[in-house]
Structure formats: structure tokens, C-alpha cells
């Protein structure tokens, strides 16, 4: 797990940085610095049981307005048959940039969710 939060904490850093040049960095820089904390905690074998249910939480809920929003995820599959995201790095539609963002939302999903379960057995076991 060391070696996964490491990798996930590094990414997300990155992933922070990388939004410089993003139209809403405000948004974007707290989110991912915020699942990058986490990792870098947990690969200290320090879980914040609580704080990763509330980064489910709010990431969960962004992730749902992602996908309901115009130019979310919803008309990328039904209007735009899924096309290709990864074709070029600048989103030159609306809908490249709102469907790529539900995706990283549910990468932070998945890491939190990952660091919750395996926080919550260690937790168990030393019990």
C-alpha cells in the first residue's frame, strides 16, 4: 500500500499543478491536493477514516453533477457515441473537458475508497 499511495500522491500533486491553466483551478487544486494529503498520510500508515468518507462524499456529489450536467457525461455517451477523450490534450469542446474531469473525480473516488477499506481492516485487526 506504501508504494500505491506514493504513486496516487504524486499523480494527484501533478495532477494539481497541471491545472494552472484550467478555467476553474479553484475548484481542481483543493481536490486533488486534498486526496494527495491523504496519501501521503496513509503511505505513513495514518488513515483519516472520516476525512476520506467526506472526500467520498464531495467528490460523489461533484462526480453526479458531472454527469448530469450540460456537456457531461451523459451527452458524451449519447450525442458524441463516446468518441475518443484522449485523442489530443486540449479540449477543444466543452464536453472533452467536463467528461474527462467526471473520470478524475472518479479516480479520487476510487483511491479514498481503496485507503478507506484498508484503513478500516488495519484498524480491525489491531483491535
Known amino acids: 500500500m506504501k508504494i500505491f499511495n506514493l504513486f496516487f500522491c504524486f499523480c494527484f500533486i501533478l495532477f494539481a499543478a497541471l491545472q494552472y491553466n484550467d478555467p476553474d483551478p479553484y475548484v481542481w487544486v483543493p481536490l486533488y491536493v486534498y486526496a494527495a494529503f491523504l496519501c501521503w498520510k496513509a503511505s505513513k500508515q495514518i488513515f ?47 464536453w472533452v473537458e467536463e467528461t474527462r474531469e467526471f473520470f478524475g473525480l472518479i479516480i479520487l473516488i476510487a483511491v479514498l475508497a481503496i485507503n478507506y477499506f484498508y484503513g478500516k481492516k488495519k484498524a480491525k485487526a489491531a483491535n
Open 48 to 94: 483519516y477514516q472520516t476525512a476520506y468518507l467526506v472526500g467520498i462524499g464531495i467528490y460523489s456529489m461533484y462526480a453526479v453533477y458531472k454527469a448530469f450536467d450540460a456537456n457531461g457525461l451523459i451527452d458524451w455517451v449519447k450525442f458524441h457515441h463516446a468518441e475518443n477523450l484522449a485523442g489530443t490534450m486540449k479540449a477543444e469542446t466543452p
